[in-house]
């Protein structure tokens, strides 16, 4: 089979530097134990999995805000993870005694600065996200009465601002082209607001290089977790801007061969936390597949805990 491997794709340099931290802080016998992450530290169960393996444990709860998981730690070190933390909740760990640990994105910090400093020059802020999702509650923690959370155009008949100073700013790994055009919905209500795309990077250039070349693919497979936002964009993007049909999965396991019928050139991308080795094994997979031959069938993944982590910087 034809394999287009759409690059970049993978892992972003803020899901490395969280990984880092708690291979560190795992490894660091002065932190006061246990050790804690506040949420998956970053949006894949197979990173939980080998984080726990190190004996950090994972505190999460869908259902669950932030402040909530924090009630059920007691004592030793709380890892904030890669979405971003509400300073309240923060200042909560503080006041609790616990060791803490920012393990948030620059560019997710970069956004709650953006915000708080024209918060404070008299705006109010207008903030494209998914609501539930722990960076949009981080963002909306920096101030609970002037930002103001829109996750879609049905949300603003019902938005109303008495302040002509506005700003619209957004979740970091939300669609490029939901965003703008959200946006701009927003700006026919609000004329005066001003725009300010907050979209990382590493989300945009993995957004753009599915929508750029996973037109040539019959098929996209986009490997992540299901939990992952930014995952989830990128078979979006493929549907709507390549025209490519899209599935997503975890792992090799996941792999449906009846999607595979027919298909003789697949695209494969990744989430920005989803662990290389996981990816590599459903290209390697897909290289050698062969519809009419049944010894290239076995989807088993072969990926365990020990591999999904990288040496420590």
């Known amino acids: 089979m034809n394999v287009i491997k759409i690059a970049p794709r993978g892992y972003c340099q803020g899901v490395i ?3 880092n931290i708690v291979q560190s802080a795992a490894h660091d ?3 006061p134990r246990p050790i804690y992450v506040l949420g998956m530290i970053v949006h894949n169960e197979h990173i939980t999995d080998a984080i726990n393996q190190l004996g950090v444990i994972t505190i999460d709860d869908k259902k669950k805000t932030r402040a909530e998981l924090l009630d059920q730690i ?3 070190t709380v890892i904030f993870t890669a979405h971003g933390i509400s300073p309240i909740v923060k200042q909560k760990a503080i006041d609790k005694g616990l060791y803490v640990i920012d393990a948030s994105c620059k560019d997710v910090i970069k956004t709650h600065m953006l915000m708080k400093e024209h918060i404070d020059l008299g705006y109010d802020v207008i903030y494209i ?3 539930g999702h722990p960076e949009t509650e981080g963002a909306l923690g920096v101030d609970e009465h002037h930002i103001h959370l829109i996750s879609n155009a049905n949300e603003l008949e019902n938005l109303q601002i008495s302040n002509d100073k506005i700003i619209i700013t957004n979740q970091t790994t939300m ?7 959200l946006s701009e919905k927003i700006k026919e209500k609000f004329p005066k607001a001003i725009f300010i795309k907050e979209i990382c990077n590493a989300t945009q250039v993995r957004q753009e290089a599915v929508a750029n070349q996973a037109g040539a693919a019959d098929l996209t497979i986009v490997v992540g977790d299901p939990h992952s936002n930014n995952t989830a964009r990128l078979s979006q993007i493929s549907v709507e801007r390549a025209n490519t049909p899209s599935y997503r999965i975890a792992d090799l396991s996941d792999l449906n061969l009846a999607w595979l019928k027919g298909v003789e050139t697949v695209a494969i991308t990744a989430g920005a936390s989803t662990p290389t080795p996981i990816t590599k094994e459903v290209i390697d997979f897909l290289e ?3 519809e009419l031959d049944a010894s290239t069938w076995d989807t088993t993944s072969h990926i ?3 591999k999904v982590l990288f040496k420590r910087k």
């Open 17 to 19: 530097s969280a990984l």
């Open 29 to 31: 016998e002065t932190l």
């Open 74 to 76: 007691e004592s030793g």
């Open 129 to 131: 996200g998914k609501n």
């Open 175 to 181: 669609s490029l082209w939901d965003v703008f055009s």
């Open 288 to 290: 050698v597949y062969d």
């Open 304 to 306: 365990t805990s020990d």
